[in-house]
Structure formats: structure tokens, C-alpha cells
């Protein structure tokens, strides 16, 4: 334990003595680095005394061999060392034998009597719970081990934590995936709720922008690291077919082909009216969005993305959106270069075409390498421009592509330097504008970036941050927290800014009743602002110092010179008669 508490002490000292200024590393991992600090420093300071009962229970029963032992000394010991079941006590016999193993067959004394005790032990827990199933010899221990320590985990099951179980069943998620909220839900319990007709996020209560489903692999791989270590069958994924088969009838995929042959035509009214056609057909099922892809229209559609009949091109960019709801879809559309047309239509196209360009451009984004692809595509301008000036619909579906797009490092700056910042801003501030969530939900992505940072400080936004954290909705005071978390780290001014303007309240209100993200933004800024008072208290008292003794040097007395010691000689008179 002494060991341990070292290892510990030397960690925090090192992790203390980092210089961030000297390191290009982003905020991201200096949070970290801070959280891990914290947790560095409360170890420190929270040293578990040696349990001095536990040591001589063990001792006393190490060092007799009568059997007449206190029940009590037993009793304790079962409930610390918690050896109350039979899967426990053979886990202990099972290390023993390893023991005796590795030490060549020889046990010696002390293992010896190691093993006495844990039999003294075994034979207490029997005694007292006779209707546990205790093995006759010890080859049967060794031989049914597994099977018991399974029985009993069974009796005892582990907590699940709470991030690993599904918001709607509660049970273990098998297949988690993350809706366009950020919620992770089991697919099937998601996949039902959005049959039955809901458009909203089961946890947040918020719009769902779209139903597309996100597998989430981290969050799988958790669960499946976590069952293992508990002793728990890892849940198996339900089989899902690799490629979704479509049931439309023959005479529906005649009409799809019917209707492609039309796109093919020279005839624009043609074109017009088939590619209005397919979009109300991709609209409309899943079984049509693959029958469609399957018929071959990807590629022809992409075709009349830079067509100069704007109807036409409205419904080749809706029809591309509706397909990109199918998973199988996305990757066919990136494949045929639909990006680069997609982005002319989000710059040149009528504002209808505009906002579902951008709507695509998040579904496609959805998919990780695809966001890279479109943020080189040039789209991340366009996407701000539609965020400044579109319709309502328009800077929803503007924000909920720039936001994905922004989960990539490498677009961060790209949305920076296009003016991102400002427009948020006015967002923000917009009386009755509804952007409020988006705009701080997309500030506290780029806030971790360099270049975000800088621009967000220059936009004076800690007054409206800490207005937020006071009185908004605990999804955007926990954003708020964070956008002013980054902001304050390395620039006190910003600190002292957000004290004047009364955050300190508010942050404490945070951190008790805010989300758990929130209380522990609320959190690091709390100690980052104590640690500035008290750095400034500090800072204060030693100017202070400083000016008393300067005080001194100058009052202190100085020999005077002989001159100096005569008594001043009174003015003389003066007789009126004398002027």
C-alpha cells in the first residue's frame, strides 16, 4: 500500500510540472491531463488507514491450531475478505494451487498454513450456511470450480453500469447505435420507437434531425471488455443481413425502369417529372430506396445535380437525400462523386435545393470517412452561408451538417476561417431565432480547437456563456460550461471576465443539479477560479509585503547634519515706518 501511495505521489508531481506552453498538444487532451491530475491529487489525499482489526483476525487464526475459535473473528473476516460463497472460497483454493505450483511442489510452511486457514474458513461458511453445496475433496473443487464459480455469479450478478444499458429496456445493450442526438440506444428498442411514429430523441425530448442510426463500436467494445472481466457471456449482436434485399413486386421494378429510361431522356420535361417521380418513391419505403439503387439510378441522378433546369435539380438532390436514409445507400452515393455535385447545388440551387443539399450532406457525413471527403470538397463555406441566411429549415439542417462535418479535427479550422464563429454568435443572441441549442452545441466542438478558441474569445461571448449557464436549458448550460472551460484555460482575463459577470452562483447550481457532463465542467472551473484567487490573494499579499518594507526604507531616521540641528531663527519683524 506504502508502494502504491508513492507511485501515486510521483505521478501527481510529474503531471503537476507539465509546461502546456512548451507543448503543441490540443485542449482536449490538457483537459484530460487535468482530469487526471485531480483524481491524482485526491488519491493523494484520501490514504486508507490499515485495517488493524482485519490484521489481527488473521493473525489469530493464523497462529492457532485448536479449533476452538471465536465465531465473531470468523464472521468479520468472511464479510472483508468476502469469502461468503462457495465460488469465492474455491477462486482462493485455486490460487493456492497455483502457488504450490509455482514454488516447484515444495509449499513451505507459510503456504501451508495459508491453507489450513482458508479450510478453517471454509469450514465456518459450511457450518454456518449447511445448505450451501461444499465439495467432498478437493480434487472435486478443482474439478467443478468452473461450474460453481458460474453458479454463484448467477446467484450474484454484477451491476451493469449505467452507460452500458439501454435508456428505454434498461437492459445491457446488445447493439448500441447513436441516434442524431448524440444518445446511444439498443438498435432494436431505437428501431421500434421510431416505427411507432416518433420524430424525438426518448431521452433528450429534442427533434430528431434525422433517423439515420450510428453504430457505436466504442461503446460495443466496452461491454464486451467489461462482460468478460465480470465472468458474463459477451451479448451477441442479432443477425442483421449484410446487404438489405428489396420486396418490391416485378411490376414496381418496372416502373423504377421505366422511370430511369426517362432520366436518360433529352427531353428535360422528361427528366423533370422522372426525377420528381423517384424522389416521392424514395420517400415513401425502404423496400423502394433499395429497389432504386438497385435499378441503377445513383449514378444518373448524381448526372443532373449540375443540370441548369433548377426544378430538375432540386429533385435529383431530395432524390439523393431519401436514398441516403438505406446504410447500404451512403457508400454507393460517395462511390459515383455525388459530393462535389451535391456542394454546387448547396452554392448555386434554389433554397429549397440548398437546405436538402445540406440535409444530404449530414447523412452522408454520418459515415466517419465521409467526413473528411466532404469537408475537402469545399462544402464547410457554403454550409455557413446557408447557416447566416437560409430559412429556419434551412440553418437546421445547415447546423446539424456542420456540426458532424466539425466531429473531424480537420474541418474545425475550415469552419473557423469560413465565418462559422460570428454567425453563431448572432445566433445566440437572435431574439426568438430557436438556433440557441445548435449554435452553442457547435461552439463547444470548436472551442477545442486552436483556432476556435481564439475566434470565440475574440467574440466576446463570455457574457453570453454565463447568462446560459444561469438560466438555459441544461443541455446548453452544460455547452456553455464547456465552450467557457476552454476558453479560460491559459487566459485568466476571461476567468476574472466570467467572475464579475456573477458565474460563480451558477456554476455551483451546475454542478449539483446540471447533467453529469455539466457538473464536471461546472466543476473545473470552479477549481480553476479558486486557483486564481487564490494565485491573485497570493500575488496580493506579496505586493503588500513589498510596500511595507519600501515604506520603512524611506520613514527610517538618518543622521541629520549641524546646519540641520539648529532651531530655525524667527523672521524678523517688519515696522510699517520702516517701508
Known amino acids: 500500500m506504502n508502494k502504491f501511495h508513492e507511485v501515486t505521489a510521483r505521478l501527481e508531481q510529474t503531471l503537476s510540472g507539465i509546461s502546456y506552453e512548451e507543448l503543441d498538444i490540443s485542449d482536449e487532451?490538457?483537459?484530460?491531463?487535468?482530469?487526471?491530475?485531480?483524481?491524482?491529487?485526491?488519491?493523494k489525499g484520501r490514504v486508507d488507514l490499515p485495517d488493524v482489526e482485519l490484521y489481527e483476525d488473521l493473525s489469530y487464526l493464523y497462529n492457532r491450531n485448536d479449533a476452538a475459535t471465536n465465531p465473531a473473528v470468523f464472521r468479520r473476516l468472511v464479510e472483508k475478505l468476502q469469502l461468503a460463497g462457495i465460488g469465492e472460497l474455491t477462486q482462493e483454493s485455486l490460487a493456492l494451487h497455483e502457488m504450490v505450483s509455482s514454488s516447484g511442489g515444495d509449499p513451505g510452511a507459510s503456504i501451508e498454513k495459508m491453507s489450513m486457514l482458508l479450510k478453517k474458513i471454509k469450514d465456518f461458511v459450511q457450518t454456518e450456511n449447511p445448505n450451501m453445496d461444499a465439495p467432498a475433496t478437493e480434487k472435486s473443487v478443482v474439478a467443478t470450480s468452473s461450474r460453481q464459480a458460474s453458479t454463484d455469479k448467477n446467484r450474484k450478478a454484477p451491476v451493469i453500469p449505467d452507460d452500458f444499458r439501454c435508456?428505454?429496456?434498461?437492459?445491457?445493450?446488445?447493439?448500441?447505435?447513436?441516434?442524431?442526438?448524440g444518445q446511444t440506444y439498443e438498435r432494436s428498442c431505437i428501431e421500434k420507437w421510431l416505427e411507432q411514429g416518433h420524430g424525438t430523441c426518448p431521452k433528450t425530448q429534442q427533434t430528431l434531425s434525422s433517423t439515420s442510426l450510428t453504430p457505436n463500436y466504442v461503446l460495443r467494445s466496452l461491454i464486451a471488455q467489461w462482460c468478460e472481466a465480470n465472468g458474463i457471456e459477451v451479448p451477441k449482436r442479432p443477425n442483421r443481413p449484410n446487404k438489405t434485399a428489396s420486396a418490391c413486386s416485378p411490376a414496381e421494378r418496372t416502373k423504377i425502369e421505366n422511370l430511369l429510361h426517362k432520366l436518360t431522356s433529352a427531353n428535360p420535361e422528361?427528366?423533370?417529372?422522372?426525377?420528381?417521380?423517384?424522389?416521392l418513391l424514395?420517400?415513401?419505403?425502404?423496400?423502394?430506396?433499395?429497389?432504386?439503387?438497385?435499378?441503377?439510378?445513383?449514378?444518373?441522378?448524381?448526372?443532373?445535380?449540375?443540370?441548369?433546369?433548377?426544378?430538375?435539380?432540386?429533385?435529383?438532390?431530395?432524390?439523393?437525400?431519401?436514398?441516403?436514409?438505406?446504410?447500404?445507400?451512403?457508400?454507393?452515393?460517395?462511390?459515383?462523386?455525388?459530393?462535389?455535385?451535391?456542394?454546387?447545388?448547396?452554392?448555386?440551387?434554389?433554397?429549397?435545393?440548398?437546405?436538402?443539399a445540406a440535409a444530404t450532406l449530414f447523412s452522408l457525413s454520418v459515415v466517419d470517412e465521409n467526413k473528411v471527403r466532404i469537408g475537402a470538397s469545399g462544402a464547410i463555406p457554403p454550409l455557413v452561408t446557408l447557416l447566416s441566411e437560409g430559412t429556419q429549415r434551412g440553418k437546421?439542417?445547415?447546423?446539424?451538417?456542420?456540426?458532424?462535418?466539425?466531429?473531424?479535427?480537420?474541418?474545425?479550422?475550415?469552419?473557423?476561417?469560413?465565418?462559422?464563429?460570428?454567425?453563431?454568435?448572432?445566433?445566440?443572441?437572435?431574439?426568438?431565432?430557436?438556433?440557441?441549442?445548435?449554435?452553442?452545441?457547435?461552439?463547444?466542438?470548436?472551442?477545442?480547437?486552436?483556432?476556435?478558441?481564439?475566434?470565440?474569445?475574440?467574440?466576446?461571448?463570455?457574457?453570453?456563456?454565463?447568462?446560459?449557464?444561469?438560466?438555459?436549458s441544461p443541455r446548453n448550460r452544460e455547452n456553455a460550461a464547456a465552450v467557457l472551460v476552454h476558453l479560460c484555460s491559459g487566459d485568466p482575463q476571461?476567468?476574472?471576465?466570467?467572475?464579475?459577470?456573477?458565474?460563480?452562483?451558477?456554476?455551483?447550481?451546475?454542478?449539483?443539479?446540471?447533467?453529469?457532463?455539466g457538473k464536471r465542467k461546472a466543476a473545473q472551473l470552479l477549481e480553476r477560479m479558486n486557483r486564481?484567487?487564490?494565485?491573485?490573494?497570493?500575488?496580493?499579499?506579496?505586493?503588500?509585503?513589498?510596500?511595507?518594507?519600501?515604506?520603512?526604507?524611506?520613514?527610517?531616521?538618518?543622521?541629520?547634519?549641524?546646519?540641520?540641528?539648529?532651531?530655525?531663527?524667527?523672521?524678523?519683524?517688519?515696522n510699517a515706518n520702516d517701508s
Open 532 to 574: 486564481f484567487i487564490e494565485q491573485q490573494a497570493q500575488a496580493e499579499a506579496e505586493d503588500e509585503t513589498e510596500t511595507e518594507v519600501e515604506v520603512e526604507a524611506v520613514i527610517e531616521p538618518r543622521p541629520l547634519a549641524q546646519s540641520e540641528t539648529q532651531q530655525p531663527q524667527p523672521l524678523p519683524t517688519v
Open 167 to 181: 435508456p428505454i429496456s434498461l437492459e445491457l445493450m446488445k447493439d448500441p447505435v447513436i441516434v442524431s442526438t
Open 396 to 472: 437546421k439542417d445547415a447546423a446539424t451538417a456542420l456540426f458532424n462535418l466539425c466531429i473531424y479535427q480537420g474541418n474545425k479550422g475550415k469552419a473557423v476561417r469560413a465565418g462559422v464563429v460570428s454567425t453563431l454568435m448572432e445566433l445566440l443572441t437572435e431574439t426568438g431565432g430557436g438556433m440557441v441549442d445548435e449554435a452553442l452545441a457547435i461552439l463547444a466542438i470548436l472551442a477545442s480547437h486552436p483556432e476556435g478558441k481564439a475566434a470565440i474569445g475574440a467574440a466576446e461571448a463570455v457574457p453570453v456563456l454565463v447568462e446560459v449557464i444561469g438560466t438555459g
Open 494 to 517: 476571461h476567468l476574472v471576465d466570467a467572475q464579475e459577470l456573477g458565474v460563480m452562483g451558477s456554476l455551483l447550481d451546475l454542478a449539483q443539479n446540471g447533467t453529469d457532463r
Open 29 to 43: 487532451v490538457k483537459e484530460q491531463v487535468e482530469l487526471v491530475l485531480a483524481q491524482f491529487r485526491r488519491a
Open 270 to 279: 422528361d427528366q423533370r417529372s422522372a426525377a420528381g417521380e423517384i424522389r
Open 282 to 356: 424514395a420517400k415513401r419505403n425502404a423496400d423502394n430506396r433499395v429497389a432504386i439503387a438497385e435499378a441503377g439510378a445513383i449514378p444518373l441522378l448524381v448526372g443532373l445535380l449540375s443540370t441548369p433546369d433548377s426544378r430538375t435539380q432540386e429533385h435529383a438532390v431530395t432524390a439523393l437525400l431519401n436514398l441516403s436514409i438505406c446504410e447500404d445507400n451512403k457508400g454507393s452515393i460517395i462511390s459515383c462523386g455525388a459530393v462535389p455535385g451535391i456542394v454546387h447545388v448547396l452554392k448555386h440551387g434554389g433554397m429549397e435545393a440548398r437546405e436538402n
